[in-house]
């Protein structure tokens, strides 16, 4: 991924729930963006669209998300 890429998708990755920044931010810093494939980043683009709400009931781990890729990225950002 280019820089500026890199760079877009970080400050997209800024949420109002400060847990929900928190885990982003702690993703990121350890390098969990770069070791994303396309299709893993094609998810990740998609869930930085949902509202925090439900990203935050993803990553508590309350819920699933349906297709495969997504639900690898979200258990890869709760790994984190």
């Known amino acids: 991924m280019d820089y500026v890429a890199f ?46 709400g439900d990203l935050m009931v993803l990553l508590l781990g309350n819920d699933v998300v349906d297709d495969e890729i997504t639900q690898s990225v979200v258990d890869k950002i709760r790994l984190k």
Not at 8 to 17: A, F, Q, T, V
Not at 43 to 48: D, F, G, N, P, R
């Open 7 to 52: 760079q877009k998708l970080k400050w997209h990755s800024r949420r109002s729930i400060l847990e929900l920044d928190i885990c982003f931010d702690k993703f990121i810093q350890s390098g969990g963006l770069d070791s994303l494939n396309e299709n893993e980043l094609l998810a990740y683009q998609a869930l930085l669209e949902c509202d925090d």
